[in-house]
């Protein structure tokens, strides 16, 4: 999914620079594999994990904007279960079409236009405030303002704790 995003978006993969972002909409395994084809990494802040509960990933060029969500077709495990041979377990089915089948038979490419602010999520390095609430630093313009009070996201109420 990570080279056929490189290609759809004129990319080499891994990238070590921060032109490439992921949006991935699953975590576990599959976000690991993402960025481990992609060079996108949480500690980079060039993946992002939007859990949808789906194995499915947005690319986004970011210079650019353009943007490429893959997602396997949705008859995918049908057709590996149909294709079995007698006596393969199922996981070496997959495996065995996950390595052999050509892209077009795995995967749909749909160019997207992301619906957020991307600079905004991207933000600017070194932006720290402390929070007129509880004190604690927020980065990344994360806080939330309230004309010339700034609170973090737990104080403004988006918090997901007690």
Request: hydrophobic share 40%; proline share 2%; net charge positive.
């Amino acid at each position: 999914m990570g080279l056929l995003a490189g290609q759809a978006l004129g990319m080499t993969v891994p990238r070590t620079d921060k032109k490439l972002m992921v949006l991935a909409e699953t975590d576990g395994c599959f976000a690991d594999g993402l960025s481990v084809v992609t060079g996108c990494w949480l500690g980079r802040r060039t993946l992002r994990l939007l859990d949808h509960g789906k194995v499915a990933a947005t690319f986004v060029e970011v210079r650019t904007g353009q943007a490429v969500r893959i997602a396997p077709h949705t008859d995918l495990r049908t057709r590996v279960r149909a294709g079995r041979v007698d006596g393969e377990k199922r996981w070496d089915a997959y495996m065995n079409a996950y390595q052999t089948w050509n892209d077009q038979e795995l995967f749909t490419v749909t160019p997207v236009r992301l619906t957020f602010d991307l600079a905004a999520v991207i933000s600017v390095n070194g932006k720290r405030v402390l929070c007129n609430a509880c004190g604690e630093e927020i980065i990344n313009e994360r806080e939330v303002r309230h004309g010339e009070v700034v609170l973090c996201r737990d104080c403004a109420g988006e918090r997901y704790w007690q």
